[in-house]
C-alpha cells in the first residue's frame, strides 16, 4: 500500500493523526453508456494501490466468470457488484468506493450512464466536490454526456475533468482529442463552470490514470491521479454565511440544555451574538461541543452541540444565524427540479418538501419552463416527466429560512417527498432571480397607484433658484470600494466649495443607511435600492439650485447609471476613487473586512460581492497615493474646467 512508508516513520498513531487532518475530495463519474465509468475508477483504485489481495483475487475470478476484456482483468467489476450490472456490463445503481493517498482522501460515486438512471446520477453529483466526465474518443460528445454536463452545473459542482477515454482505438490521435475539447468547450461555455481539465486516456490499460501515457507524448498535463490529488477545494466551502440548522435538542439533565446540528455554512466561535430563525430571537454562544469535546470554534461541515447564554425557544426545523446575515426567510421559492419518479410532476399539487432538517407541505403552484439538456432552451411545458428538469414556483405552509443554491448547497436545496408513499419525487436547487411576472405585477401595482396621486410642481424654477443662489448646480458621484476615501473626499470638496461661496451638500452612503436606508439590508436588490434613493434625493436637491456632492460603493455599472439618470442633470461628474483592496483594509478601523472574512457579517464588497470599476469615469482618482488635499485640487480644477464653478484669480 501507498501509506506503508509513513505508517513506518510516524507509526500508526502519528498514521492516524495525519489521516485525520487529510483534506476529503468527493469524486462523481458520469458520462454516456460504455463509455469507461467503472473501469477508470477500478483502474485507478488498483494502479494508486487501493485494492487488497483478497480482493483483487476474488476481482480475478470474476473476470472470468463475467469480463468483457478477454484474459486481462475487467476493472469495471470492481464497481459494477449488483448481479444485473454485471450480466449486462452495465451501472445501474450509484456505487461509492473509498481510498487515500499520502496527500488526500477520497470517496468516489460511480453513477450510471443510461438516461433512465439519470436520477441516479443526480443523487451521486449533489455531494460531489468534482465531477469526471467520461466521453469515449470513438462517439464524441453525446446527448447523455451534455445532460450529466448540464445536471453537473446545476447541482454546484465547480471542478470538472473531461476525461476522453478509450484513446487506444483512435490510434491516440491527438487530432481527435482537441476536436472533442472543441466541442465541449462550446457546449460548456453556456454552463457556470469554472474549473474545466481535459485529460486523454486509456482506462483498460491505465494509461494516464496514475502513470503518465508514453503512447500520448503530445500530451504534456498531469495523470488523472495527481490532478485529484492537487486540485484546489479550500475556497470552494462557504465559511461566511452562519448557517446551523438545528436537528436536536440535547436535554440529558436539568442543567444542560443544548442544539446539535451539522454547520451548513460559516465559523462559530464562543461569545458570538446569534439570532434564531424564524423567531428572530438572539442570544450569544455560552459553550460549543464537537466530537464529545468542548470547543472555541467550530466551522462548517461540522458536527455541533452550541449552549447559549439565555433561555430561548429553538426547535429541530429552527436555524441559527449571524444577526445581520440571515437568509431569506419566505413560505414562496423559486427552483430548478430535477425529476425522479415515473408519475409526472404536475403544478397545484401538494407535496411534502424536506429542506436541511424541517419538513414542511408544499405546493407547486407553477412550472415556469423545462429545459432541453441538449440545447439548453427553455421550453414551455404542463408537467415534468421522469428525468427531465424544470423551473418551478413552490409554496410552503410554514416559511423557509433559504439561501440561493449557487450561495449555499445544504440551505439551497431541498428534495420533494410523495405524502401518501414517502417516495423521493424530486430534487429541489433554489435559485435567487425574481420571475417576470412578479417584476411586472410590482410595476402594475405601482403604476395602480400612481393613477390615484397627482405630482404637484412649484412655479419657481430650477434656474431661478440658481440665479438666486449665485451658481451653477451640479452632482459630483464618489465611488470606490469601502474604505476607498470616497467620504473624506466628499467632505472635503464641500469645505473647499463652501470657502468659495458656494452653497453644496454631502449625501454619504453610511450615513443615509442610520435613517433613510436603516430599513434595508445589503443584498444587491437592497444595495440598487439604496442608490435609488440616495439619487431620488440628489434630483431633489438639485432642483434647489444646490451643489450635491454623493459619497457611495454604488459597486455596478448598472447602479451608476441608474444613479445618473435618476438624477437628471446635465452636469453629473462620475468620480472612481481608485485604491487596491490591501489599501482600504489596511484603513479598516472599524474592523468591516475582518468581520467580513471572519463570517460575522456578509455582503462586503471586495470580499463576498464583486466591485466593477468604472471603465471610463469621468475623473480617476489615486486615492492610495495621493493625499486628500491634492485629489480635491484635482476636482476642483475638473470643474473650473467644465466651467461649473469659477477659476480663482490668481
Not at 414542511?360 to 404542463?382: F, G, H, K, N
Not at 452632482?475 to 469645505?495: C, D, I, M, N, Q
Request: hydrophobic fraction near 40%; charged fraction near 25%.
Amino acid at each position: 500500500m501507498r501509506h506503508q512508508d509513513e505508517l513506518a516513520r510516524g507509526g500508526i498513531e502519528g498514521w492516524l493523526e495525519q489521516y485525520e487532518r487529510q483534506e476529503l475530495l468527493r469524486i462523481l463519474t458520469c458520462g454516456s453508456v460504455d463509455d469507461g465509468k467503472s473501469t477508470v475508477i477500478g483502474r485507478l483504485l488498483h494502479d494508486a494501490a487501493g485494492v487488497f489481495d483478497d480482493q483483487l483475487k476474488a476481482l480475478k475470478k470474476d473476470s472470468t466468470r463475467y469480463g468483457t476484456t478477454g484474459e486481462e482483468i475487467d476493472f469495471a467489476l470492481l464497481m459494477d457488484g449488483l448481479q444485473a450490472e454485471r450480466e449486462q456490463g452495465i451501472t445501474i445503481d450509484v456505487a461509492y468506493r473509498y481510498f487515500s493517498t499520502p496527500k488526500r482522501k477520497f470517496i468516489i460515486a460511480d453513477t450510471p450512464g443510461h438516461e433512465q438512471y439519470t436520477r441516479n446520477m443526480a443523487t451521486g453529483a449533489s455531494t460531489s466536490d468534482l465531477a469526471i466526465i467520461l466521453i469515449d474518443a470513438r462517439k464524441g460528445v453525446l446527448p447523455q454526456t451534455r445532460r450529466h454536463a448540464f445536471i453537473c452545473s446545476l447541482l454546484g459542482i465547480k471542478h470538472v475533468v473531461i476525461a476522453v477515454n478509450k484513446m487506444d482505438l483512435v490510434e491516440y490521435d491527438e487530432a481527435v482529442f482537441e476536436r472533442i475539447r472543441e466541442q465541449c468547450v462550446e457546449f460548456l461555455a453556456k454552463l457556470p463552470v469554472g474549473d474545466v481539465h481535459f485529460l486523454p486516456m486509456c482506462a483498460r490499460k491505465g494509461e494516464n490514470i496514475v502513470q503518465r501515457a508514453t503512447t500520448m507524448p503530445w500530451y504534456q498535463g498531469a495523470p488523472l491521479l495527481d490532478y485529484l490529488e492537487n486540485v484546489h477545494i479550500a475556497s470552494d466551502k462557504n465559511l461566511i454565511d452562519l448557517r446551523l440548522p438545528v436537528q436536536l435538542v440535547v436535554r440529558p439533565d436539568l442543567d444542560f440544555r443544548g442544539w446539535s446540528g451539522t454547520l451548513a455554512a460559516g465559523v462559530l466561535r464562543v461569545g458570538d451574538e446569534v439570532a434564531v430563525l424564524p423567531s428572530g430571537k438572539k442570544s450569544r454562544v455560552k459553550e460549543l461541543f464537537s466530537a464529545g469535546a468542548p470547543r472555541n470554534e467550530v466551522f462548517a461541515p461540522m458536527a455541533v452541540t452550541v449552549t447559549l447564554e439565555d433561555e430561548i425557544d429553538a426547535s429541530r426545523g429552527n436555524m441559527f444565524v449571524r444577526p445581520n446575515n440571515a437568509p431569506t426567510l419566505s413560505n414562496v421559492i423559486e427552483a430548478m427540479v430535477v425529476w425522479m419518479n415515473e408519475a409526472a410532476l404536475e403544478p397545484g399539487k401538494s407535496y411534502l418538501l424536506k429542506h436541511t432538517t424541517q419538513t414542511v407541505p408544499a405546493t407547486v403552484t407553477d412550472l415556469r419552463y423545462r429545459i432541453d439538456v441538449e440545447t439548453l432552451r427553455s421550453d414551455d411545458a404542463t408537467e415534468l416527466g421522469l428525468n427531465e428538469i424544470g423551473r418551478v414556483r413552490i409554496e410552503t405552509a410554514r416559511p423557509l429560512a433559504a439561501d440561493a443554491y449557487a450561495r449555499n448547497r445544504q440551505t439551497g436545496a431541498f428534495i420533494l417527498v410523495d405524502r401518501l408513499t414517502n417516495a423521493t419525487l424530486g430534487a429541489g436547487m433554489i435559485v435567487e432571480r425574481t420571475p417576470s411576472d412578479e417584476a411586472v405585477d410590482r410595476t402594475r401595482r405601482a403604476h395602480d397607484a400612481g393613477t390615484n396621486l397627482r405630482r404637484h410642481s412649484s412655479s419657481i424654477g430650477p434656474d431661478a433658484r440658481a440665479a438666486r443662489a449665485g451658481q451653477t448646480p451640479f452632482v459630483v458621484w464618489f465611488t470606490g470600494l469601502p474604505r476607498s476615501g470616497k467620504s473624506s473626499l466628499a467632505y472635503a470638496l464641500e469645505k473647499a466649495l463652501f470657502g468659495r461661496g458656494q452653497h453644496a451638500l454631502v449625501l454619504d452612503g453610511e450615513t443615509l443607511r442610520h435613517g433613510l436606508s436603516s430599513d434595508l439590508g445589503f443584498a444587491e436588490a437592497d444595495r440598487a435600492e439604496h442608490v435609488r434613493r440616495a439619487a431620488e434625493l440628489v434630483h431633489l436637491f438639485h432642483e434647489q439650485g444646490l451643489i450635491v456632492i454623493a459619497a457611495f460603493v454604488s459597486p455596478t455599472e448598472e447602479q451608476r447609471a441608474l444613479a445618473r439618470g435618476l438624477a437628471k442633470s446635465p452636469r453629473f461628474l462620475e468620480v472612481f476613487c481608485d485604491a487596491p483592496l490591501a489599501t482600504c483594509e489596511g484603513r479598516d478601523q472599524q474592523g468591516l473586512f475582518a468581520r467580513a472574512r471572519a463570517g460575522e457579517i456578509a455582503n462586503v464588497t471586495g470580499v463576498d460581492q464583486p466591485y466593477e470599476a468604472p471603465v471610463r469615469p469621468d475623473l480617476r482618482l489615486d486615492t492610495a497615493g495621493v493625499g486628500v488635499e491634492a485629489n480635491v485640487a484635482r476636482v476642483l480644477a475638473e470643474l473650473e474646467h467644465r466651467g461649473w464653478i469659477a477659476r480663482l484669480p490668481a
